[in-house]
């Protein structure tokens, strides 16, 4: 196996603990972002944008347990078969 190949699995998802701690770490950039946003933009148009980012890291953390599901079954399937 080359070292390319070692550095690049570092970067797969391949727990739940994994996608959670991933998560966490899209939330909390988010919430910085929103807060900034806040600042910037007083009143009902910084709420709105706050609420995009949070909005966004609950899409992004449905997509990653979904895959990572869809990725656990084809391996189940591929050992099964």
């Not at 603990?17 to 910084?46: N, T």
């Amino acid at each position: 196996m080359t070292m390319l190949k070692k550095i690049g699995r570092l970067f797969v998802i391949k727990t739940r603990f994994e996608a959670c701690l991933i998560i966490y770490a899209l939330a909390v950039g988010a919430m910085a972002r929103g807060s900034a946003y806040l600042h910037e933009y007083p009143g009902v148009g910084g709420k709105l944008l706050m609420l995009a980012c949070t909005g966004a890291v609950f899409l992004a953390g449905a997509k990653i347990f979904d895959c990572l599901r869809y990725e656990q079954a084809e391996a189940t399937a591929k050992d099964r078969g």
